[in-house]
C-alpha cells in the first residue's frame, strides 16, 4: 500500500453458493449496525452475531463498496501547495532518493469485516498493496485510535495470543502493536479461523478522523509481502479451500459515476468473461506486473522513462529474466492516485499542457486530450482524458491524477482501477483487467 487514502466503505451482503443457500440480503449487511464514524468520535454499535459456516463449504461473496472523496477548499489548496512543494523537490533529487508519499486528495473506499467471537465490526481498507490485517487494540492510546473501533481481545472466546510485535512502515503511515490469531469473518459465507492479524498499540496521525474514518487495513497481497511472517488472507483462503474460485474481483465506480464499487471474493463478474485481458504477476508479495511502455494517443513515442534502452537490452532474454529486468507497476487498491518516476510524469503533464509543478490544466483543453496506453505485461490498458484528468466541479479546477515518487516502481492505483475491472486470480498468480462496463 502506498498511500493509505483509498478504502472500502460498505454494507456487506453474501451471494453464496448453492451449497450454502444463504438469502443474498441475509448475512453481514443484515447483522451490522449501520451507525458511522463521523465528526471526530465513534458510536457505540452492536457485535454482529452470525453463524459459523461447515469448514467444508466453499462459496463467493460480493461486498458493495462506496466511494469517500472530497476535500473542503482549504484543504484543497493546502494540498495543491504540498504538491507544487513535492514536485519541484522531486526534480531536484536523484531517483535514488526514496520520498515518502502525500495524501492529495482524500479519496477512497472501505468495507466491514468481523474479527472475534462474537465478531466485532470494524472498517478496513481492502488493499491489494499489502498483506496484513491490522486493527486498533484496546490498549492504544494514538488519538487515531481513541477515534476508532478498537479490538477487545478479552470479548472473543476465540481469541489466542501470539507474544510477538509487528511494526508497519507504508507510503504513509506507521502503526505498531502485537499479533494475535482469532476468527476473522469477511461475511457469513466466508470465515477465516485461527486468522494472524495485529492490534495496534501506536497509529500515527495518518489514521486520525476526518480523514481515515476507517478502523483499519485488511491486505489482500500474497503472505511475501507480510510483516511478521504471518499468513496472508488470500493465501490462508486459497490453501482452506473456501473459495467458489480462487480468485476475487474488483469494481470501482468514480464518483462522477456511481460512486461506489464492489469486491467479489470466489467469483467475478460474467459480463467480463471475453473482455478480460491476463497477464502475469511479478514475485511473490503484491500484485505488481512488468510495464513496458505508456504512449499517447496514436503516437510512437515511448514517454516511459528508460523504457526503449531496457526493452532493448531484454528483447533477446528469456520471459523470466526479461521481467526481472523490466520496470514493474503494482495495481493497488490502496492508492488514491497513479505514482510513478517524475522525469516520465513531468514528459507526460508537459505533452498534455498541464503544469509539471502543480499538475494543474485548463479545464477547458480536456475535450482536446487523447488517450494514454499503459503497456502492462506486454499489453495496452487505455485511460480517456476524464480519468486521468480530476475535474473538481465546484473549484471549476481541474488536474492530473498522478504524482512523482523517486523510485522505478510504479502504482497503478484508484484512477486506473476505476477504468477498468480487475480480477485476481490468487492460485495462478494472474491479473485480469479491461475497460469498465458502463
Not at 476475487?248 to 463478474?269: C, H, M, P, Q
Not at 510524469?345 to 499538475?359: E, V
Amino acid at each position: 500500500m502506498k498511500l493509505v487514502t483509498v478504502a472500502l466503505l460498505a454494507l456487506m451482503r453474501s451471494v453464496v453458493g448453492a451449497a450454502i443457500n444463504t438469502p443474498v440480503d441475509g448475512g453481514l449487511a443484515a447483522s451490522f449496525d449501520d451507525t458511522m464514524v463521523e465528526g471526530g468520535h465513534v458510536e457505540k454499535t452492536s457485535n454482529m452475531h452470525l453463524p459459523i459456516t461447515p469448514d467444508n463449504v466453499k462459496g463467493s461473496f460480493k461486498v458493495p463498496l462506496y466511494l469517500k472523496n472530497g476535500l473542503d477548499p482549504e484543504s484543497r489548496r493546502k494540498d495543491r501547495i504540498k504538491r507544487s512543494r513535492k514536485m519541484k523537490s522531486m526534480a531536484e533529487s536523484s531517483l535514488s532518493n526514496i520520498a515518502p508519499l502525500t495524501n492529495v486528495r482524500d479519496y477512497y473506499y472501505y468495507g466491514y469485516i468481523g474479527i472475534g467471537n462474537p465478531p466485532q465490526k470494524f472498517s478496513v481498507i481492502f488493499d491489494t498493496g499489502s498483506s496484513n490485517i491490522w486493527v486498533p487494540g484496546e490498549n492504544c492510546r494514538s488519538s487515531a485510535c481513541a477515534s476508532h473501533r478498537r479490538f477487545n481481545k478479552d470479548q472473543s472466546s476465540t481469541f489466542v495470543p501470539k507474544n510477538q510485535t509487528i511494526e508497519i512502515q507504508y507510503g504513509t503511515g506507521f502503526i505498531a502493536g502485537n499479533i494475535g490469531s482469532d476468527t476473522v469473518q469477511v461475511s457469513s459465507a466466508v470465515v477465516l479461523r485461527n486468522q494472524s492479524f495485529a492490534m495496534t498499540s501506536v497509529e500515527d496521525k495518518t489514521f486520525d478522523l476526518p480523514r481515515s474514518q476507517f478502523d483499519g487495513l485488511f491486505g489482500l497481497g500474497f503472505t511475501g509481502g507480510a510483516e511478521g511472517g504471518i499468513e496472508a488472507p488470500v493465501d490462508a483462503m486459497l490453501r482452506e479451500n473456501i473459495l467458489q474460485d480462487p480468485l476475487f474481483g474488483v469494481k470501482l465506480y468514480s464518483s462522477n459515476n456511481k460512486g461506489k464499487g464492489e469486491i467479489s471474493f470466489g467469483s467475478y463478474d460474467q459480463n467480463y468473461t471475453d473482455k478480460l485481458t491476463w497477464v502475469d504477476v511479478y514475485g511473490d508479495y503484491f500484485w505488481a506486473t512488468t510495464m513496458e511502455g505508456i504512449f499517447y494517443g496514436d503516437e510512437s513515442i515511448n514517454y516511459l522513462y528508460g523504457a526503449d534502452k531496457i526493452n532493448n537490452i531484454t528483447s533477446t532474454l528469456p520471459p523470466q529474466a526479461k521481467a526481472r529486468a523490466s520496470r514493474k507497476a503494482l495495481l493497488d487498491t490502496g492508492s488514491s492516485l497513479i505514482y510513478g518516476d517524475p522525469f516520465t510524469l513531468a514528459a507526460m503533464s508537459i505533452r498534455i499542457g498541464a503544469d509539471p509543478s502543480t499538475g494543474e490544466i485548463p479545464c477547458s483543453s480536456l475535450a482536446l486530450l487523447k488517450p494514454f496506453h499503459f503497456i502492462l505485461g506486454g499489453k495496452p490498458f487505455t485511460m480517456n482524458p476524464d480519468e486521468y484528468i480530476y475535474h473538481d466541479e465546484e473549484s471549476g479546477s481541474c488536474e492530473v491524477q498522478w504524482m512523482p515518487v523517486s523510485e522505478y516502481l510504479w502504482v497503478m492505483g484508484i484512477p486506473f482501477l476505476q477504468s477498468h475491472y480487475s480480477v485476481y486470480n490468487i492460485k495462478d498468480r494472474k491479473i485480469g483487467l479491461a475497460r469498465v462496463i458502463n
